[in-house]
């Protein structure tokens, strides 16, 4: 099921799919990390250039392999780069991380930029659910 809801203005729309509401950013230069840390519980698909480059910085062992692809180990629920200091998450290997964490909290759907609403750094607006909704 798929759901989108317009605004003439532009702002925000948001798309059902998967069984998240993603919002269309229009302000995409506004975006500022809070170094939560909730992204990088997030199960990462790493593609093969992605792995030659982590392995290229020295590092081993860093993935799984589940239905023939890969994703970054996820040790107690977490990013097996993600450290911890003074209050603040960062990822060990911030300058070379996979394209999916790079782009993260930014998904591309259908030529549209949108926000996946599991970050925590956008205040997501208030939708009132009227009508106007397609099924």
Do not use: W
């Amino acid at each position: 099921m798929e759901v989108v809801r317009s605004n003439p203005t532009g702002g925000i729309f948001f798309l059902l799919c998967l069984g998240f509401i993603f919002f269309k950013m229009s302000l995409v230069d506004d975006f500022t990390c809070l170094r939560c840390g909730r992204c990088c519980r997030l199960k990462v698909r790493l593609s093969l250039e992605d792995i030659a480059r982590i392995r290229s910085a020295g590092f081993d062992d860093f993935f799984v392999v589940e239905d023939e692809n890969f994703y970054l180990k996820r040790p107690y629920g977490y990013c097996i780069f993600l450290k911890y200091k003074d209050g603040q998450f960062s990822c060990a290997i911030h300058d070379i991380k996979p394209e999916g964490c790079k782009q993260f909290p930014f998904v591309v759907k259908e030529g549209e930029i949108l926000f996946d609403p599991r970050c925590r750094a956008f205040s997501i607006p208030k939708v009132s659910f009227k009508s106007d909704l397609k099924f």
